[in-house]
């Protein structure tokens, strides 16, 4: 039996499946204890769900994710009103140190996969389709590199890839939450002093006004828009961006443009702030319940180790890399968080994790402006450009 949703449908079914995750979390302490986002664990036990489904071939479930990229683009647009140049001033090396440091993994990730490719005896590019391919690349750059590899001789190199990609959504949706708690109580880590202390306390949400957030909201569609127009002027120089940049450009202008305007262009933050968890939420229940677990069981069993060490260095470079050059502080802790997100899957799964961390604890406005502008844009430049590179050396 074959069960077809339309858009409408399929957001009707990821709320349901967060608000099915955000009730688990709360009931179940492991999972609130170790900072495990709600759509996660909602949206994997609907994957699982259909993965019985295809395994018995009881039933198959195809859903329109039109949405999905639609959500997406709306959480970007609010994380580029974050982008006060009063923060940028405070963070602009950090930048660069974390870029740094994302790079190295990328390297260390093509290795660690070709190294255990060749101790298996299996062709090196099956060991690239298991390295930053799809751990930082992610499901897109999977798809673009994995017919690459075919070419080059690497049978099934497109299969294995998505399938990583699929394992490291998960696992790095599962790591980074832990280990962020784990640095933040081992070290006890509080935030800085000049945290905006309107934000500061835990669990305690802002007084919203209705028509503040029918502003905020007429904002960041209207950001959106103009950041379509930019996103494509960028593509005209031949350089390829994710959709959102753009709207991440135009809002960053418009938070800009306001904090120098003293107060005439008021940006709603609380407003923006709170629109942006639920977009984000929506669309991270959609990516988690349409994934295929059932491409996991094709894996053989060196692919699975070869995974499960990508998932070991993962951790072991957050903790004393990551966490060291990013400061060993509360801000640093949170970094460490969204880089095991989009190190071994997107920068959305980073952007749950550390959103997980942060209403357990504090605020960490650095990290939430820092991550984004590496994960979504900087980091897929340049590991493009190592993995054409790994692939040049091992084909």
């Given at each position: 039996?074959?069960?077809?949703?339309?858009m409408v449908?399929?957001?009707?079914?990821?709320?349901?499946v967060?608000?099915?995750?955000r009730g688990?979390?709360n009931?179940?302490?492991?999972?609130n204890?170790?900072?495990?986002?709600?759509?996660?664990?909602g949206?994997?036990?609907f994957?699982?769900?259909l993965?019985?489904?295809?395994?018995?071939?009881?039933f198959a479930?195809e859903?329109d994710?039109t949405?999905?990229?639609?959500?997406?683009?709306?959480?970007?647009?609010?994380?580029?009103?974050?982008a006060s140049?009063?923060i940028?001033k405070?963070g602009?090396?950090?930048?660069?140190?974390?870029?740094?440091?994302a790079?190295?993994?990328?390297?260390l990730?093509?290795i660690?996969?070709?190294s255990?490719a060749?101790?298996?005896?299996?062709?090196?590019?099956?060991?690239?389709?298991?390295?930053?391919?799809?751990m930082?690349g992610?499901h897109?750059?999977?798809?673009?590199?994995?017919?690459?590899?075919?070419?080059?001789?690497?049978?099934?190199a497109s299969t294995?890839?998505?399938?990583?990609?699929?394992?490291?959504?998960?696992?790095?949706?599962m790591?980074?939450?832990?280990?962020?708690r784990?640095l933040i109580e081992?070290?006890?880590l509080?935030?800085?002093?000049?945290?905006?202390?309107?934000s500061?306390e835990k669990?305690?949400d802002?007084?919203?006004?209705?028509?503040?957030v029918l502003n905020a909201?007429y904002?960041i569609a209207?950001?959106?828009?103009?950041?379509?127009?930019?996103?494509?002027?960028?593509?005209?120089?031949?350089f390829?961006?994710?959709g959102?940049?753009?709207a991440?450009?135009?809002?960053?202008i418009?938070?800009n443009?306001s904090?120098?305007?003293g107060?005439?262009l008021?940006?709603y933050m609380?407003?923006?702030?709170t629109l942006g968890?639920?977009f984000?939420?929506?669309f991270l229940?959609m990516?988690?319940?349409s994934?295929?677990?059932?491409?996991?069981?094709?894996?053989?069993?060196?692919?699975?180790?070869?995974?499960?060490a990508?998932t070991?260095?993962?951790?072991?470079f957050?903790?004393?890399?990551?966490f060291r050059?990013?400061g060993?502080?509360y801000?640093?802790?949170?970094i460490?968080?969204?880089h095991?997100?989009?190190?071994?899957?997107?920068?959305?799964?980073?952007?749950?994790?550390?959103?997980?961390?942060?209403?357990?604890?504090?605020?960490?406005?650095?990290?939430?402006?820092?991550?984004?502008i590496?994960?979504?844009l900087?980091i897929?430049?340049?590991?493009?450009?190592?993995?054409?590179?790994?692939?040049?050396?091992?084909?």
């Amino acid at each position: 039996m074959v069960i077809t949703t339309n858009m409408v449908q399929t957001l009707g079914i990821a709320v349901v499946v967060l608000l099915i995750g955000r009730g688990l979390c709360n009931k179940v302490s492991l999972l609130n204890r170790f900072c495990i986002p709600a759509p996660v664990v909602g949206g994997l036990l609907f994957s699982i769900a259909l993965l019985i489904g295809n395994v018995t071939g009881a039933f198959a479930i195809e859903m329109d994710l039109t949405l999905q990229s639609f959500f997406m683009n709306m959480f970007f647009t609010t994380v580029g009103f974050t982008a006060s140049m009063k923060i940028l001033k405070k963070g602009g090396l950090q930048v660069a140190i974390f870029l740094g440091a994302a790079i190295v993994l990328v390297i260390l990730q093509n290795i660690v996969g070709v190294s255990l490719a060749n101790v298996f005896d299996l062709n090196p590019l099956l060991g690239l389709a298991t390295g930053s391919t799809p751990m930082t690349g992610g499901h897109g750059t999977s798809g673009a590199f994995g017919p690459l590899f075919e070419e080059y001789g690497a049978v099934g190199a497109s299969t294995v890839a998505l399938a990583s990609a699929t394992f490291g959504l998960i696992m790095g949706s599962m790591i980074g939450g832990p280990i962020a708690r784990m640095l933040i109580e081992k070290y006890k880590l509080t935030p800085e002093k000049d945290v905006d202390s309107s934000s500061v306390e835990k669990h305690v949400d802002p007084d919203l006004k209705p028509g503040n957030v029918l502003n905020a909201f007429y904002m960041i569609a209207i950001a959106l828009a103009l950041g379509t127009i930019v996103s494509m002027l960028i593509e005209m120089t031949g350089f390829t961006v994710p959709g959102y940049i753009g709207a991440m450009f135009v809002a960053a202008i418009i938070r800009n443009i306001s904090d120098s305007s003293g107060g005439k262009l008021p940006v709603y933050m609380d407003e923006i702030g709170t629109l942006g968890d639920m977009f984000l939420s929506v669309f991270l229940a959609m990516a988690l319940m349409s994934l295929k677990l059932w491409q996991l069981a094709d894996l053989a069993g060196p692919l699975v180790i070869m995974l499960l060490a990508q998932t070991v260095l993962m951790a072991v470079f957050a903790i004393f890399v990551t966490f060291r050059v990013m400061g060993r502080d509360y801000e640093a802790a949170v970094i460490t968080a969204g880089h095991c997100g989009f190190g071994m899957g997107a920068t959305p799964n980073a952007m749950a994790n550390m959103k997980a961390v942060r209403d357990k604890y504090w605020p960490a406005p650095k990290a939430f402006f820092i991550l984004p502008i590496i994960g979504s844009l900087f980091i897929d430049f340049f590991n493009a450009a190592i993995i054409t590179f790994f692939a040049n050396m091992v084909k």
